[in-house]
């Protein structure tokens, strides 16, 4: 049994690294008892489902392009107000 065996995190732990979770940036090691630790904590999973589901609509909203016509709309509202100011 010389396999060293890593402890399943505790739920603060869980809950501190779910972004590094939720992008694949665990440290080597820790993810399957992270992955263990979400299987045996409900509460925990729930968590970590939900910011999976927050994660992919911000990278949906992100990935969304503003039209052309609105963009120059803002540049000159923005110019407007600028000089307004000044």
């Known amino acids: 049994m010389s396999e060293e065996t890593t402890a399943i995190p505790s739920c603060r732990e869980v809950v501190e690294n779910l972004e590094e979770w939720s992008e694949g ?45 609105a963009k120059e709309r803002l540049r000159r509202r923005i110019a407007a107000r600028l000089k307004g100011n000044q």
Not at 25 to 51: T, V
């Open 25 to 69: 940036r665990l440290e080597p090691g820790s993810e399957r008892p992270f992955a263990k630790h979400l299987e045996l904590c409900p509460p925990c999973a729930h968590i970590a489902s939900g910011y999976q589901a927050l994660a992919r609509v911000a990278r949906a909203a992100l990935a969304v392009e503003m039209p052309e016509d």
